[in-house]
């Protein structure tokens, strides 16, 4: 546990570098010296639940899911999306929660979840902390913690802008109704 409290203090420093790199620079992974910190100290992430709270995430993505297909998400709270607020499981009675159950039904083919990331900075962001490398060739590309259990809170606070099809989100005000509970 001592490695992991200073693995995450040195990781704490780089991990905006590579944040803010991670799309602008192939090199991000080296520069933020992601490697080094995982050699030096010994860990990856193992047993370590990270919270990302941003705009969401693709659920769908690569390195995000176990060999096996599995998702490594445990949930997502998403509190843009209210309609699951009364659902049994959901304690907060705010926002749509779903469940690690629900995320591998809907990657195994069953009923696809509402919530997303439009942008993709969510996704960025979780990438460049726990993402494993599945979705790069050779696993070039591996967030800081790769094996990290990962938990989400969406939060859109000024919305989000339309791509293509896709409709725009609705501008969301979630700080001033955060969950006690989390």
Not at 66 to 85: H, V, W, Y
Not at 120 to 136: E, F, K, L, Q, V
């Amino acid at each position: 546990m001592r490695a992991e409290m200073k693995c995450w203090q040195f990781v704490a420093g780089l991990a905006a570098l590579f944040v803010v790199t991670a799309n602008a620079d192939p090199l991000a992974h080296t520069e933020a010296r992601a490697d080094q910190a995982r050699a030096t100290y010994g860990v990856s992430g193992n047993n370590v639940i990270g919270a990302i709270f941003d705009r969401g995430i693709d659920w769908r993505h690569d390195d995000f899911r176990n060999p096996d297909g599995t998702t490594r998400i445990e949930a997502i709270l998403d509190l843009s999306d209210d309609s699951g607020k009364t659902a049994p499981g959901n304690p907060y009675g705010m926002g749509t929660l779903y469940t690690r159950a629900q995320i591998d039904s809907a990657l195994a083919g069953g009923n696809q979840l509402a919530t997303r990331d439009a942008v993709g900075h969510g996704t960025a962001t979780a990438g460049g902390c726990c993402g494993n490398g599945r979705a790069s060739v050779g696993g070039k590309f591996i967030g800081l913690a790769p094996n990290t259990t990962i938990v989400v809170v969406k939060m859109v606070t000024e919305g989000a802008v339309a791509h293509g099809s896709v409709a725009a989100e609705a501008p969301y005000n979630g700080i001033t109704r955060m969950p006690t509970a989390l």
